[in-house]
């Protein structure tokens, strides 16, 4: 029904915490990135990109569904008597368990990267280990 | 079907990053992380399909596999737009560094 809703929200706050965390380190002069681990906003960034590219993808299957439509109030749930609570249900459910389970996945990724940043700094490695992304 | 198309999508998005990680021109990291955020979310959504009990978990009709080709060509399309508005982006901040 409108699932992507809860990942969606938490791509608008992480977005202005990646922001806010750019300007931060910016302003005071960030330690090599090697030595300690690789800078929040990168790290937020991953995130950025992981829950508005799946929100994106998962709002197309929605208006393929015909679940979102381009005149107000833009949900079919919206429009049927007796829809919204279902809806909101789903946010509530699926919704949330989309970005919890995302934002673990992430939590992964990012302690995996800081890891191997660590230790590229130590062995005095880094271009190897530390891909872009 | 589109779970397991974007699935794909995103594993060969993800070796051709790994082979060009020391030199990611093309951004393809974006790339990868988009197919695999809406990868994820559609398993939660079989996940919960399974939980609710639906009959039909992995939906194989044509309709379905079209859907996840347009998934990917949403996913190319917008990983092409990010490349342009970067590549305008540096080359007004190298205009802008040379004038100085």
């Known amino acids: 029904m409108a699932c992507f809703a809860a990942p969606l929200a938490e791509a608008v706050i992480t977005t202005v915490l990646m922001k806010r965390f750019e300007k931060k380190e910016k302003m005071t002069d960030a330690p090599n990135e090697s030595q300690a681990g690789i800078p929040w906003s990168r790290k937020l960034k991953w995130l950025n990109n992981l829950l508005w590219g799946g929100s994106a993808l998962l709002a197309l299957e929605h208006i393929w569904h015909g679940e979102i439509i381009p005149q107000f109030p833009f949900l079919t749930a919206l429009k049927e008597p007796g829809g919204v609570l279902p809806m909101l249900g789903e946010i509530a459910t699926v919704g949330v368990g989309m970005a919890a389970f995302v934002t673990l996945v992430w939590f992964f990724m990012i302690k995996i990267a800081d890891a191997r940043a660590k230790k590229a700094a130590v062995s005095g490695k880094t271009a190897e280990t530390e891909p872009c992304i | ?87 305008r982006r540096n080359k007004s901040q190298a205009t802008s560094i040379n004038s100085h």
């Not at chain 2, 992380?33 to 399974?50: N, S």
């Not at chain 2, 039909?56 to 917008?78: R, Y």
């Open chain 2, 1 to 87: 079907m589109y779970l397991i198309i974007t699935a794909l999508a995103a594993a060969v998005a993800t070796a051709f990053w790994y082979k060009n990680r020391l030199n990611d021109k093309l951004h393809l990291g974006a790339l990868c992380l988009m197919y695999w955020g809406a990868a994820l979310m559609w398993l939660v959504d079989c996940v919960a399909a399974i939980i609710a009990g639906e009959e039909e978990i992995i939906d194989t009709s044509l309709n379905a596999a079209l859907l996840g080709i347009c998934s990917v060509a949403l996913g190319l399309a917008i990983w092409l737009i990010l490349l342009l508005i970067r590549s």
